[in-house]
């Protein structure tokens, strides 16, 4: 069954808006990592938080985790027409050795 | 070159043939992953390994078997295809450290269509 589950499905918004999609996941997690798909393209890791962390930045992307809410969310700040693309979670349970992935919000930036 | 190469990366086959999809890689991990896509459905794991002589199970093997024939290869097969297993499937690899599944190199697709 799917550990993450994004929030919401889809997004759209204009060129210069802020994007902020939420993950939540049912179980204890050594790390949640965020994932960037372009239409029907591999999927791009983005960034990685683990769970002794509370917020993490990388260019225009802030990545906030609440373990005892057992969520996460990715805010990408002055989007651009180019952010558009599938977002993922996708967390790690530590001993599994491998990531469980959400169903993605999808992201239209339009300009 | 990518690191993570796929193929084919489209395919299309009939109920009940036999499909492989083969995985190789340049980045000389030890883990490699079969995961599935289906629209609005995410990715679901079908496969991993984390060498040679480790392969595992994901949450929906079913139907499925894999090969990891050397740490750059993992192939992934369908013994009787059916419709159902229309989908796109990734392959990935990881370079754990810190006790920890780090992050995943994924290829570029492989678009399976089985009528």
């Known amino acids: 069954s799917q550990q993450g589950e994004e929030d919401p499905q889809a997004l759209s918004i204009q060129e210069g808006e802020n994007a902020t999609m939420n993950c939540s996941y049912k179980t204890s997690i050594n790390n949640l990592q965020w994932y960037r798909q372009n239409s029907g393209r591999g999927l791009v890791h983005l960034i990685l938080i683990r769970s002794n962390e509370r917020e993490k930045h990388s260019g225009r992307l802030r990545v906030t985790l609440d373990t005892s809410k057992k969520s996460s969310s990715l805010l990408i700040t002055a989007s651009r027409a180019a952010d558009t693309a599938s977002y993922f979670c996708a967390t790690d349970r530590g001993s599994q050795g491998n990531l469980i992935f959400g169903k993605g919000t999808k992201l239209s930036v339009k300009p | 070159d990518a690191d993570v190469t796929q193929t084919p990366r489209n395919r299309i086959t009939k109920t009940g043939k036999r499909i492989m999809l083969e995985c190789s890689q340049t980045?000389?991990?030890?883990?490699m992953y079969w995961y599935r896509q289906d629209p609005g459905l995410g990715l679901r794991l079908i496969y991993y390994?984390?060498?040679?002589?480790?392969?595992n199970k994901g949450e929906i093997s079913d139907g499925y078997s894999v090969s990891r024939q050397a740490q750059a290869k993992f192939s992934l097969s369908l013994e009787s295809a059916i419709p159902n297993q229309t989908a796109l499937y990734f392959c990935a690899t990881s370079d754990p450290s810190a006790g920890y599944t780090g992050e995943l190199f994924f290829g570029e697709g492989s678009r399976l269509t089985v009528l």
């Open positions: 390994s984390f060498d040679v002589k480790d392969i």
């Open positions: 980045k000389g991990h030890d883990r």
